[in-house]
């Protein structure tokens, strides 16, 4: 009888153990507890977890604060499971910057490092830079504290030209106090953009690279310094006869903070056109079998680099010239050359959206039909638009951009009405 039983004990324990181990039950309690408002009970839940476990279950108390933004409750949790980084982005949800900060002040090592990166982020974002330089001399980035402290004039014109719009009563001076205070904005937020991180030993890159360099120097050492000296020397009055005197420097900064971004972008799209690239020579014949997968990537982005070259030219040259009667054909050649560099830039973010929405669309054809015929069809379509794709970019290193826009939009429409009749 005893032995019965003993065995009945030993297939007991098995299942019981089966029954909590593995499944999540502890923390499954833990909501239930939260979701009928037994909040102490869930707290000493976590408290009796082992040390795997309890910063887990804390963080499972702390989404739920957060889902009802009881933000300051969510932070606490957030604090006891160790998560500094959450606790800070809970703070900021809440809007409760000085509870971050404070937060922040009580922390040590790592842990006040990390917090004090995060808020440097936010006050440099919000353009209070004093105490963005103060968190990030905090978190050891020296690099951004140098780099904040020489827009530091730059901050204080952004200030001066937003007190200033609020007194003004004039839209057309208005409108262009406000592009002027976006374009500053725009040149202080440029951090991502100092140093070119892609290849620079052949090809394309090797030109982007260099004018990349030249556009950066060009900005920091002539373009800014001067446009920045003539809107704050005691004479700028702001008045619309002075704004259209700077209107040329102006559009000198615009066109080279655009041409930094796109070169960066652009660049940054070889891995993705090498890896979906269906080789087009157009209508020419071409003796060359062994044509680098990604060359009609490789023309579109040496065309935009034409572009990039000639505007330098222009910049330089409108600096040397005497006659100001000229100013207006200088404008224009910019105005076509950055129009053509931005186009190309976008046209690439665009069909990089596109191939990507082609493809999640093919797969998940392929995923839920059982039809093989089906799934060679959706396969064949979306390689179909990469082709599409690739003649895209070969026109537009023709400068036939119509041709481009018109390629894009019907063969996007085409693969994604042959993906949704095959389902």
């Known amino acids: 009888m005893k032995n019965m039983n ?39 839940r976590c408290e009796k977890a082992n040390v795997e476990e309890k910063s887990e279950c804390y963080k499972t108390i702390a989404a739920f604060y957060l889902q009802k933004n009881h933000y300051k409750r969510a932070a606490i949790y957030y604090a006891k499971a160790g998560d500094h980084i959450r606790v800070i982005n809970t703070y900021f949800r809440g809007d409760l910057i000085p509870e971050a900060e404070k937060y922040c002040a009580n922390q040590h090592g790592k842990a006040k490092k990390q917090c004090a990166d995060r808020l440097a982020r936010k006050f440099f974002i919000n353009g209070n830079y004093q105490k963005a330089v103060h968190y990030y001399k905090i978190a050891g980035e020296n690099q951004m504290v140098l780099y904040i402290e020489t827009r530091v004039p730059v901050f204080q014109l952004v200030d001066q030209i937003g007190k200033r719009l609020k007194e003004l009563r004039d839209p057309g001076v208005s409108a262009e ?65 002075n704004i259209e005197s700077v209107s040329f420097d102006h559009q000198k900064l615009e066109s080279l903070i655009n041409l930094i971004k796109s070169l960066y972008h652009i660049a940054d799209k070889r891995e993705f056109f090498t890896r979906y690239s269906v080789v087009y020579h157009g209508e020419e014949k071409k003796k060359e079998r062994d044509a680098l997968k990604s060359l009609n990537y490789e023309k579109a982005y040496l065309k935009a680099l034409d572009h990039s070259k000639t505007l330098l030219e222009t910049i330089e040259e409108a600096d040397r010239e005497k006659n100001k009667e000229w100013l207006q054909d200088y404008k224009d050649d910019l105005t076509v050359d950055i129009k053509v560099i931005d186009y190309i830039s976008s046209m690439m973010d665009n069909m990089k959206i596109r191939i990507g929405d082609i493809r999640k669309r093919s797969q998940r054809l392929q995923k839920n039909s059982e039809d093989e015929a089906v799934k060679k069809t959706s396969e064949k379509l979306f390689w179909e638009f990469v082709a599409v ?35």
């Open 389 to 423: 794709c690739n003649r895209v970019l070969h026109a537009i290193s023709k400068e036939d951009y119509q041709k481009a826009n018109d390629l894009l939009i019907s063969g996007y429409e085409t693969a994604k009405s042959g993906i949704i009749n095959g389902k």
């Open 6 to 44: 003993l065995r009945k004990c030993l297939v007991l324990i098995p299942i019981v153990t089966l029954m909590f181990a593995g499944s999540g039950c502890k923390r499954q309690r833990v909501d239930q507890l939260l979701e009928k408002g037994k909040y102490r009970a869930a707290e000493r």
């Open 177 to 241: 106090m406000r592009r002027i205070k976006q374009t500053l904005t725009a040149y202080i937020y440029m951090e991502k953009y100092q140093e070119w991180p892609y290849p620079r030993e052949s090809g394309p890159d090797k030109g982007a690279a260099n004018i990349f360099a030249r556009a950066g120097k060009m900005l920091e050492t002539m373009v800014v310094p001067t446009f920045v000296e003539k809107l704050t020397s005691s004479s700028f009055d702001w008045s619309k006869k």
